[in-house]
């Protein structure tokens, strides 16, 4: 069967009343028929819930649906995105070890590592996404136990080769752990690449609705079992109600993705042809440096999109004021088109040498493509990279 009937038809087992759709297990603990099973079940020798922080059947149906993408053994899902990065680092890494990671990482990861890990002895080197596989290899010290990584990446959207990094893995026997948050198990799946561990905000595309926090794990029986003893005994639990949330929207994932990579494909040739858009930067136009591994790595190329306006913040905030369908916000992976100003907003706190190195310019605009009518968002993006340049202009004579 195809992952898509498999995403639809994995479910709970049917209770007496013979649902159709999953019912909320809102229940914090479950009960024993027996003393027998009670002692079986804390055990281990019978396989079942015990307490909703260890496992809940709303979760397991989300998991076991996110393993099927991912071709992945086991997984855990947690609270929210970071909740199952700092589990899959912190369960996994001791005092003395190294992680490389790419300098292109979500804030709360960067925080992660250099403020929180270093605490406990957990050093780090960062690598550019786009390093050679010489420069990776530099980096990589007798204590590396974890490679870390995005891709593509926000807001750069550049690509690590992650074929490359499993030929080093060969060589120098660390975990790779891939945040796979902006492709979606439906664009990529970098455990067949050779990576150990796939996590994920659940909050953006897998939500992809804009309404409940989750995150999740999923990688090999063996890495998963020492996130899981750390996730029983620390508590980043997902809720069954997200976890049921989720678990419906995983229902129409693949659909939602093809449409938000046309959308956002259209979109991105769209304004890579406007006079008064200085660039534009997706991973599935031929004008992507990486197009070529792109199409190696991912069967699509994702919703986000950026694009290069000239005029800094003037020019920011006479688009923003020009445009009628998108959202400001901050966040990602909505059905609704988003822009954000990463120089001002996720990305504000760098210094301006960060910045630099991930191509964090006052004129970038990081687009969330939404699933509207393209038609509408192309008229909407054009009339206001127009309008915005003209306002510009008149400003100065
Ligand atoms: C949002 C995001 C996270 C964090 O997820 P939360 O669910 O907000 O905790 C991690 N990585 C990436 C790439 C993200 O976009």
Sequence with gaps: MKKQT?????????????????????????????AEQG?????????GNIYSRFSNPNVTEFVDKICMLENAEEGIATATGMAAVFASMAALLKSGD????????????????????????????????????????????????????????????ELVDLTMLARLKEKYGFIINVDNCFATPILQNPIDFGADLSVHSATKFMDGQGRVLGGIVVGSKELIAQIRFFARHTGPSMSPFNAWTLSKSIETLELRMERHCSNA???AEALEQHPEVQSVKYPFLPSHPQYELAKKQMHAGGSIVTIELEGGFERVKAFYDALQIPSLSSNLGDTRTIVTNPNTTTH????????????????????????EAVEDLIEDFSQAATVSAQVLKSAEA
């Design 39 to 47: 002692k079986a079940l804390f055990e281990e020798t019978e396989e």
């Design 6 to 34: 498999k995403a639809i038809r994995t479910q709970t087992k049917k209770s007496q009343y013979r649902e159709h759709s999953t019912p909320l297990f809102l229940t914090s603990s479950f009960t024993f028929e027996t």
């Design 265 to 267: 494909l259209k979109l």
């Design 98 to 157: 190294h992680i490389v990671a790419c300098r292109a990482l979500f804030g709360s990861a960067h925080q992660i590592i250099t403020q929180i890990l270093n605490k406990w002895g957990i050093t780090h080197t960062y690598v550019d996404a786009t390093a050679t596989e010489a420069e990776w290899e530099a980096a990589i010290q007798p204590n590396t136990r974890m490679v870390y990584l995005e891709t593509p990446s926000n807001p750069g959207l």
């Design 348 to 371: 504000s706190k760098l210094k301006p040498d960060e910045k630099a190195a991930l191509g964090i310019t006052p004129g970038l605009i990081r687009i969330s493509v939404g699933l």
